[in-house]
Each structure stands twice: as C-alpha cells, then as structure tokens.
C-alpha cells in the first residue's frame, strides 16, 4: 500500500487547512489509518486515528475540538480538517495506515507533508 498525503502548507494562527491521504495498491488490505505529526526535535506524535468503517476516532487532547479526521473507503482517501491553528501544530504530518497481512499485521507511511503555522 502507498500513501501519498497532500495539503500542508503556511497558515496564520487561528487559520485552516486540510490534509488528504490517498492510498493506491493493495487496499482491501487496511485496517485502521491515522495521522502522525513530528516538530523538529520532538517525537513523531499520534494525533488522530480512524477505525476502518470511520465509526470510531479518537485524537490527542492537544488538538480534539480542533481537528477533525474522516475517511472515503469508496475513494481510498483519509482527511484531516484542521482548524484554529496554532504555531505549536507547525510538524510534518504523515498518514499511517495499519493492514492486514498474510503474516499478520503491517503497517504503511507517507513521505509527509509540512505544516507551519505562524503567528
């Protein structure tokens, strides 16, 4: 499965943007999908995730309220509709998705996509 993730860009603070996953390949094989963000110097963080049928999410504290993640499982896409940034969302945004293998479980990455917010 590949991920290509599109949409990041510079945003004011308190500015939007959304964020789109596509996957291309074997995907019947995904399971649940995510997004990831890294800042410079810091850990590759969970920010949101979506169960396979998009019934069920979950975020980090840091951004619920704000972000909201949804999927096509029709065209393939995952989104990410962030609002009222702020400068400390500024990272690379990955898409993460979780498959089902033949040998168990697997997992895919985007290249990212950068994201800075300025204040």
């Known amino acids: 499965v590949q991920l290509v993730e599109s949409g990041g860009g510079l945003v004011q603070a308190g500015g939007s943007l959304r964020l789109s996953c596509a996957a291309s390949?074997?995907?019947?094989?995904?399971?649940?999908m995510g997004w990831y963000r890294q800042a410079p110097g810091k850990q590759r963080e969970m920010v949101a995730r979506?169960?396979?049928?998009?019934?069920?999410?979950k975020y980090t504290d840091s951004v619920k309220g704000r972000f909201t993640i949804s999927r096509d499982n029709n065209q393939n896409t995952m989104y990410l509709q962030m609002n009222s940034l702020k400068p400390e969302d500024t990272a690379v945004y990955y898409c993460?998705?979780?498959?089902?293998?033949?040998?168990?479980?697997?997992?895919?990455w985007g290249q990212g996509t950068q994201v800075t917010v300025s204040s």
């Open positions: 993460n998705a979780e498959l089902f293998l033949d040998h168990g479980l697997g997992s895919s």
């Open positions: 390949g074997s995907t019947f094989s995904i399971s649940s």
């Open positions: 979506i169960a396979s049928g998009g019934g069920s999410t």
